[in-house]
């Protein structure tokens, strides 16, 4: 899959012996340290076989076509894509009629909401993550609590502080909408005859979970299976979100063609951000976590982002994987269209000591875009973020897998240019970007 970058990555380039002119390029280091960073970025755009290699690894070109997802059979039907595009901006999707999905992961902000902390019917504890090119991952959520993306879906919705609704108020509304009844039972089937009730649900409070054991099994089931399907359309939605082509896959195309040496700098891109991806490649090893086209491995990595003033230190993906093996709705669960078999994910799924305040990383790919940043948005800029991993700061729980990079202010800058490379509108039909 994603290819893992060779050891050769954790060797900084060798530095010239001293003499004068290491002299010389050392004042003028210096003076890129005081803010002349112009005259210290490098003048060859040359690249050995292995940044090469590196650099095509990142190319969108290398993503392949999304994979079925076994357990959820409609993942690619038009009618759950339907239905799921017209929930994902429907507000009676919440208790005050005043959320959707849209509410935090709004298009126009690459799929995230602009703010620290998300803000549904109440603050949360989290910052909103972009859903740009999310259906390629195993995992969801920044601890990996949900094993695939129907099933992630399902939790927002009756979260207190989020959406708030129930199920059966969600299986009403189904019903109820002529359009949303036909969109369901043209990728689902049928719906169930009897009334459903209102404000009843397993995970409510003491009145809701009161109505929902005064359900029978069978009405249950049939409220849950709705309730499933929901998930499952919303899945289908996101699956066509998608990046597009930014400068730096122009460059990587053009650069793979031609012979290195004729790509001249500052075509397509800069001095400063091609500086900025020779250390993500190199020195800086960006690359050891935030590799292959959509910029992360897909995996968990305690980075020492401090928890928010007042939070306790999340034991994030350790705690993650034991949720997603609990939860009702994963891959081996009753309302999984998977064969056991197929949820290897989940059947084998590490679960190690060092996951201890581990959180996935997260997609580079408009990042520009998405501020603030880090799980709970602790991190305002991109220049604050390229200083975190200079720094690496010791982890409040286990320890900072990221090392102290020992890089000059103009390097983090040209770091930092290059992440501005990564942006670009969606490779989305521009529907899908509004409420239908
Ligand atoms: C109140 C704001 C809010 C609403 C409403 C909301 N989300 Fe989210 N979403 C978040 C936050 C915050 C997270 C990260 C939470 C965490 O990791 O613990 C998240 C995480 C996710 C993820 C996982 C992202 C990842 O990187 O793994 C997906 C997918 C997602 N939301 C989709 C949805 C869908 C679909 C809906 C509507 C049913 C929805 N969200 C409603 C704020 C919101
Ligand atoms: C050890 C793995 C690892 C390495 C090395 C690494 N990252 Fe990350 N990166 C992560 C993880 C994990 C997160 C999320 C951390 C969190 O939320 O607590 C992250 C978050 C980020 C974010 C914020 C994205 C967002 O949407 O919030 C940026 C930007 C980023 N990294 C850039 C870089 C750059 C540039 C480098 C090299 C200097 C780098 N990373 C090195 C794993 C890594």
Redesign the pocket.
């Known amino acids: 899959m994603t290819p893992s970058p060779t050891s050769s990555l954790s060797k900084p380039p060798r530095l010239s012996k001293f003499s004068k002119i290491g002299f010389a390029l050392g004042v003028i280091a210096s003076l890129g340290a005081l803010g002349w960073n112009y005259f210290s970025v490098p003048t060859s755009a040359q690249w050995s076989d292995e940044e090469r290699r590196l650099i095509a690894s990142l190319s969108l070109d290398q993503l392949p076509p999304l994979r079925a997802d076994p357990s959820n059979a409609k993942a690619d039907d038009p009618s759950a894509v339907a239905l799921g595009h017209a929930l994902y901006f429907d507000k009676r999707l919440s208790a005050n009629g005043a959320v959707a999905c849209a509410t935090c992961h709004k298009p126009e902000l690459m799929f995230t909401d602009g703010l620290k902390l998300a803000v549904g019917t109440s603050v949360g504890d989290r910052?909103t993550?972009?859903l740009v090119g999310l259906s390629y991952s195993p995992w969801f959520y920044?601890d990996g609590r949900k094993d695939s993306q129907w099933s992630q879906a399902l939790a927002p919705l009756e979260a207190k502080h989020e959406h708030a609704t129930t199920r059966s108020d969600l299986a009403l509304l189904i019903k109820s909408n002529a359009n949303y009844a036909a969109l369901y039972e043209a990728a689902f089937g049928s719906l169930p005859k009897f009334e459903i009730p209102a404000n009843s649900s397993p995970l409510g409070d003491d009145s809701e979970r009161a109505a929902w054991q005064s359900l029978s099994d069978e009405e249950q089931q049939s409220i849950s299976i709705i309730f499933a399907n929901i998930g499952k359309a919303l899945a289908a939605y996101q699956r066509k979100l998608v990046p597009g082509r930014a400068r730096f896959d122009d460059y990587a195309e053009r650069m793979l063609r031609d012979d290195s040496a004729k790509v001249s700098q500052g075509d397509l891109l800069s001095p400063a951000e091609l500086q900025g991806l020779r250390?993500?490649i190199g020195k800086?090893?960006?690359v050891?976590?935030?590799n292959g086209p959509l910029f992360t491995n897909h995996e968990?990595?305690?980075?020492g982002?401090l928890a928010n003033p007042g939070e306790l230190p999340s034991m994030a993906r350790y705690d993650g994987i034991r949720t997603a093996r609990l939860d009702p709705f994963n891959c081996l669960g009753e309302f999984s269209d998977a064969d056991n078999s197929e949820c290897i994910e989940l059947r084998f799924a590490r679960d190690t000591n060092d996951l201890v305040g581990?959180?996935?990383?997260?997609?580079?790919r408009n990042?520009d875009l998405?501020a603030?940043?880090?799980?709970?948005g602790?991190?305002a800029d991109?220049a604050a973020?390229?200083r975190h991993?200079?720094e690496a700061p010791t982890s409040m729980l286990s320890h900072n897998?990221?090392k102290p990079?020992g890089l000059r202010p103009p390097e983090l800058r040209a770091?930092e240019a290059f992440?501005h490379t990564l942006t670009a509108p969606l490779a989305t039909d521009s529907r899908w970007l509004k409420a239908p």
Do not use: D, R
């Open positions: 910052h993550p972009s920044w250390l993500f800086a090893m960006c050891t976590c935030h968990f990595h305690n980075t982002v581990a959180h996935k990383t997260p997609t580079l990042v998405t603030p940043y880090m799980h709970g602790q991190i991109l973020v390229m991993y200079n897998e990221a990079l770091l992440m």
